[in-house]
């Protein structure tokens, strides 16, 4: 069993900033990728930002210069720094993590349960 704990969410004004964290932890694994999704009310589910084993990234262009993802591999955790937050950048926002079990084939993917952060005009 795998678990992504997310943390970090809450309220924030316009300009403001948000650090979010995602931490997996459970039977053994090792990480392919981690990443952030968000949501809106009647809006599909979109991505924000990704990060491989390697260290690349990836970026939606709306939060390209205002967010940076980053890892910390000790403690199985992805962070997402959200910095000059919008209000268009109110979501629910989910951690995503495709993981390689130690003693099993295949690649798996887990969700987290998801986030709220508001941004105020």
């Known amino acids: 069993q795998v678990q992504l704990v997310e943390s970090g969410g809450g309220l924030v004004q316009a300009g403001g900033s948000l650090r979010l964290s995602c931490a997996a932890s459970g039977s053994p694994f090792s990480i392919n990728a981690m990443g952030w999704y968000r949501q809106a009310p009647g809006k599909q589910r979109e991505l924000v930002a990704t990060?491989?084993?390697?260290?690349?990234?990836n970026y939606a262009d709306s939060v390209k210069g205002r967010f940076t993802i980053y890892r910390d591999n000790a403690k199985n955790t992805v962070v997402l720094q959200m910095n000059s937050l919008k209000p268009e950048d109110t979501a629910v926002y989910y951690c995503n993590a495709h993981l390689l079990p130690t003693y099993y084939s295949g690649t798996y993917e887990f969700w987290g349960q998801g986030t709220q952060v508001t941004v105020s005009s």
């Open positions: 990060i491989t084993s390697g260290g690349s990234t």
